[in-house]
C-alpha cells in the first residue's frame, strides 16, 4: 500500500489526518494543563487554610500572654507547620515626648516543615499596657 | 471476477467502493470476460475519489483512540472538579464555623462565665461549653431576645457523625418547645473537642472556674479530613477587670 503526501483524487490522507491528530492533541494537551491547575488550585487553597489558621491561632495565643521580645520560632500542628515570630516594641512618638506606650509589633511567618511551599505571613500591632 | 460490491449503483462520494484500479488480483486491469457477462451500456464509470477499507479502518482506530482519550480526561476532569467543589465547601464551612466563633468568643462580656464539662450522649464521651450571663451570645435570628445560657455542643446524629448545635436554654419556659431552642452551626464532625485555657497557661478539658479562661480551643476534624483543624479564640474579656461604679455620694 502507498501512501501520499499530497493530495490525490483518492480523499483525506496521511498529511491531513496528522494534523487533525496534532490538532486533537494539542486541545487535549490543553486540557490536561488546566485540569492539573485546577487541582493544583485546590490544593494550595487547603494548604494557604492551613497556614492561615495557624497564624491566626498564634495571634491569639499572643494576645492572652505577656508578649516575649525578640526572635523565636515554634512548630505546632503535630509538628507540621513551623512559625517563625518576631515580637518588637512599636513606640508612638509626638515631638516630644512617647504618646503611646505598651505598644508591640508582631511579624509572624508559618511555613510548612517538611514542603517547599511558600511562606505566609503576617505582621500586627497589638496593644497590651 | 469483480471485487467491487456498489459498481451497479451511481457513485455519490462519499459511497465506500472498491476501485477497480485498486485490484491487484489483475494488475489494476479489468477482469478478463468469460463471454457470458452481457455489457451494460447504463453503467457509470466507477468513481475514483473513495475511501478503502484499510483507510476507514484507520480512521475508526484513530477515532476510538482519540475518544477513549478524550473520555478519560473528561472522566478525570468531572472527579478533580467534584473533589475541588467538596474541598473548597469544607474549606468555606470551616472558615465561616472559625468566624463565627471567634466573633462570638471576642465580644463576650466581663461578667461572663464559661463552664466546660463532658457529657454522656448515646454512650458517647462528648463536652459541652456553657456560657453563661452572656446576653445574645452566639445569638441568631432575634438578636434581643435570649438572656438565658448558651450551650455549644456536639450533638452525635444517627450515621455517627456529630452536629456541633448552638442551643438557647431558656430558664423559664412557658412550654416545652421553649425550653431550648438550637440551630445546627456545622455539620458531618468526626471529631469535636474543646479545652480552654487557665490563667496559668495549661490547656484543660474541664473548666468550673468563676474566672473567665484566656483562650478557648476547639480542635474539630469534618468527615472527609486528613487531619484535625484546631482553631484558637481569644477571649478579651478574661483580660479586663470589673471595676463597680461607686455612686457620687460613696466617693467620699
Given at each position: 500500500?502507498?501512501?501520499?503526501?499530497?493530495?490525490?483524487?483518492?480523499?483525506?490522507?496521511?498529511?491531513?489526518?496528522?494534523?487533525?491528530?496534532?490538532?486533537?492533541?494539542?486541545?487535549?494537551?490543553?486540557?490536561?494543563?488546566?485540569?492539573?491547575?485546577?487541582a493544583d488550585a485546590s490544593l494550595m487553597l487547603g494548604k494557604e487554610s492551613?497556614?492561615?489558621?495557624?497564624?491566626?491561632?498564634?495571634?491569639?495565643?499572643?494576645?492572652?500572654?505577656?508578649?516575649?521580645?525578640?526572635?523565636?520560632?515554634?512548630?505546632?500542628?503535630?509538628?507540621?507547620?513551623?512559625?517563625?515570630?518576631?515580637?518588637?516594641?512599636?513606640?508612638?512618638?509626638?515631638?516630644?515626648?512617647?504618646?503611646?506606650?505598651?505598644?508591640?509589633?508582631?511579624?509572624?511567618?508559618?511555613?510548612?516543615?517538611?514542603?517547599?511551599w511558600p511562606?505566609?505571613?503576617?505582621?500586627?500591632?497589638?496593644?497590651?499596657? | 471476477?469483480?471485487?467491487?460490491?456498489?459498481?451497479?449503483?451511481?457513485?455519490?462520494?462519499?459511497?465506500?467502493?472498491?476501485?477497480?484500479?485498486?485490484?491487484?488480483?489483475?494488475?489494476?486491469?479489468?477482469?478478463?470476460?468469460?463471454?457470458?457477462?452481457?455489457?451494460?451500456?447504463?453503467?457509470?464509470?466507477?468513481?475514483?475519489?473513495?475511501?478503502?477499507?484499510?483507510?476507514?479502518?484507520?480512521?475508526?482506530?484513530?477515532?476510538?483512540?482519540?475518544?477513549?482519550?478524550?473520555?478519560?480526561?473528561?472522566?478525570?476532569?468531572?472527579?478533580?472538579?467534584?473533589?475541588?467543589?467538596?474541598?473548597?465547601?469544607?474549606?468555606?464551612?470551616?472558615?465561616?464555623?472559625?468566624?463565627?466563633?471567634?466573633?462570638?468568643?471576642?465580644?463576650?462580656?466581663?461578667?461572663?462565665?464559661?463552664?466546660?464539662?463532658?457529657?454522656?450522649?448515646?454512650?458517647?464521651?462528648?463536652?459541652?461549653?456553657?456560657?453563661?450571663?452572656?446576653?445574645?451570645?452566639?445569638?441568631?435570628?432575634?438578636?434581643?431576645?435570649?438572656?438565658?445560657?448558651?450551650?455549644?455542643?456536639?450533638?452525635?446524629?444517627?450515621?455517627?457523625?456529630?452536629?456541633?448545635?448552638?442551643?438557647?436554654?431558656?430558664?423559664?419556659?412557658?412550654?416545652?418547645?421553649?425550653?431550648?431552642?438550637?440551630?445546627?452551626?456545622?455539620?458531618?464532625?468526626?471529631?469535636?473537642?474543646?479545652?480552654?485555657?487557665?490563667?496559668?497557661?495549661?490547656?484543660?478539658?474541664?473548666?468550673?472556674?468563676?474566672?473567665?479562661?484566656?483562650?478557648?480551643?476547639?480542635?474539630?476534624?469534618?468527615?472527609?479530613?486528613?487531619?484535625?483543624?484546631?482553631?484558637?479564640?481569644?477571649?478579651?474579656?478574661?483580660?479586663?477587670?470589673?471595676?463597680?461604679?461607686?455612686?457620687?455620694?460613696?466617693?467620699?
Amino acid at each position: 500500500m502507498e501512501f501520499s503526501l499530497i493530495r490525490s483524487d483518492r480523499g483525506a490522507f496521511l498529511l491531513e489526518a496528522s494534523i487533525a491528530v496534532a490538532i486533537i492533541a494539542v486541545a487535549m494537551s490543553g486540557l490536561a494543563i488546566s485540569l492539573t491547575r485546577c487541582a493544583d488550585a485546590s490544593l494550595m487553597l487547603g494548604k494557604e487554610s492551613r497556614l492561615r489558621t495557624a497564624l491566626e491561632n498564634r495571634l491569639a495565643e499572643l494576645s492572652a500572654e505577656n508578649l516575649p521580645t525578640g526572635t523565636n520560632t515554634l512548630v505546632v500542628a503535630n509538628g507540621a507547620i513551623t512559625i517563625e515570630q518576631n515580637v518588637q516594641f512599636a513606640s508612638v512618638r509626638g515631638r516630644t515626648k512617647e504618646l503611646l506606650t505598651g505598644l508591640y509589633e508582631i511579624h509572624l511567618k508559618a511555613a510548612f516543615a517538611n514542603d517547599a511551599w511558600p511562606p505566609l505571613q503576617t505582621t500586627r500591632l497589638i496593644y497590651k499596657p | 471476477m469483480r471485487l467491487s460490491l456498489l459498481s451497479g449503483l451511481p457513485c455519490f462520494a462519499p459511497v465506500v467502493r472498491f476501485p477497480v484500479e485498486r485490484n491487484s488480483a489483475f494488475g489494476g486491469k479489468r477482469p478478463p470476460s468469460n463471454g457470458n457477462t452481457a455489457p451494460n451500456s447504463n453503467r457509470q464509470p466507477p468513481c475514483k475519489a473513495a475511501f478503502t477499507l484499510l483507510e476507514l479502518l484507520l480512521a475508526l482506530g484513530i477515532l476510538a483512540l482519540v475518544s477513549g482519550g478524550i473520555f478519560a480526561m473528561m472522566s478525570a476532569t468531572m472527579q478533580v472538579t467534584s473533589e475541588t467543589e467538596t474541598r473548597q465547601e469544607r474549606a468555606r464551612k470551616t472558615e465561616a464555623l472559625g468566624e463565627f466563633l471567634r466573633k462570638g468568643f471576642a465580644n463576650l462580656p466581663l461578667k461572663c462565665r464559661i463552664s466546660l464539662r463532658g457529657s454522656t450522649q448515646r454512650g458517647g464521651n462528648l463536652q459541652e461549653l456553657l456560657i453563661e450571663n452572656a446576653p445574645n451570645a452566639f445569638a441568631w435570628g432575634k438578636r434581643h431576645g435570649h438572656f438565658g445560657p448558651v450551650s455549644l455542643t456536639p450533638v452525635p446524629r444517627s450515621d455517627g457523625l456529630l452536629d456541633l448545635r448552638v442551643i438557647k436554654i431558656n430558664p423559664k419556659p412557658t412550654t416545652v418547645a421553649e425550653a431550648a431552642e438550637w440551630i445546627r452551626l456545622a455539620g458531618n464532625f468526626r471529631l469535636v473537642e474543646w479545652s480552654v485555657m487557665d490563667p496559668s497557661g495549661q490547656w484543660l478539658d474541664n473548666w468550673t472556674g468563676e474566672q473567665l479562661p484566656r483562650l478557648v480551643r476547639m480542635r474539630w476534624q469534618l468527615q472527609g479530613d486528613d487531619s484535625i483543624t484546631e482553631r484558637v479564640f481569644d477571649i478579651p474579656a478574661s483580660r479586663l477587670k470589673f471595676v463597680e461604679k461607686k455612686k457620687p455620694d460613696e466617693k467620699t
